[in-house]
């Protein structure tokens, strides 16, 4: 398996000049050629959706969706063109294992429910008065359906 050192750039990275059949044969110089280009594209879409709540497994995704890119790539059965075709597939590898992360580990930081700070009291019991008038009224309906 390749591994390559994990150093993102902030700024845009140009795409390089990279033979895609290498790629998709698992060339080493190949994919340390295009691995700047590839992570740079795959931290701004990881970063936009998990900044909020969880940054941390920022670059554990992004590296684990360039893996799953190395793998499927060998797997496409129609010709891939360019680099940046390879980068629309990494985008929604990547898209998918965020959200994925998302729905499984992260999360949401919401506001509390304004409710979870007062103490609810429990319901009053209900008046012996208005239970022995109730009682009444349902004998009285009772024997007013008899007569």
């Known amino acids: 398996m390749l591994k390559v050192p994990c150093s993102v750039s902030m700024g845009p990275v140009d795409p390089p000049e990279v033979d895609i059949q290498q790629l998709i044969e698992g060339d080493s110089a190949a994919w340390a050629k295009a691995h700047p280009y590839l992570q740079s594209a795959a931290f701004h879409i990881a970063r936009k959706l998990l900044n909020h709540c969880c940054p941390q497994f920022v670059e554990d995704i992004v590296q684990g969706a360039i893996v799953q890119l190395s793998w499927r790539l060998p797997l496409i059965d129609r010709p891939i063109g360019n ?5 629309a597939l990494l985008a929604r590898i990547t898209d998918n294992r965020t959200v994925d992360h998302y729905r499984k ?11 979870e700070g007062e103490r609810v009291e429990p319901p009053e019991p209900p008046d012996k008065r208005d239970l022995e008038k109730l009682i009444q ?11």
């Open 137 to 147: 009224n349902w004998g009285d309906a009772k024997l007013i359906c008899e007569i």
């Open 105 to 115: 580990v992260c999360v949401r930081e919401t506001d509390p429910d304004p409710r």
């Open 83 to 87: 680099i940046h075709n390879v980068k």
